[in-house]
């Protein structure tokens, strides 16, 4: 929970809105542990990518073609 206040803290911070989707929303429900988190950011989800992989002292990798980026974390 601590990680997704973080990624909304950050998204309106720059003007954006960030929502959680997919798989991670049903164990999040579920109380399922789960490890890979996709968010939909409404902006510049590159931008928020590399600002988000900066505050969590991760890494980002941009998939160009499909204009996404994925974030890893330590």
Do not use: C, Q
């Not at 997919?22 to 600002?51: H, W």
Request: glycine content about 12%; hydrophobic content about 45%; aromatic content about 12%.
């Amino acid at each position: 929970m601590e990680l997704l206040k973080l990624i909304g803290s950050i998204a309106d911070e720059m003007g954006f809105k960030a929502f959680a989707v997919g798989g991670f929303v049903r164990d999040l429900l579920l109380g399922v542990e789960n490890f890979d988190i996709d968010i939909v950011i409404e902006g510049d989800s590159i931008d928020f990518a590399r600002r988000f992989a900066k505050e969590v002292g991760g890494d980002y990798i941009y998939h160009k073609r499909f204009g996404t980026a994925t974030v890893t974390m330590p």
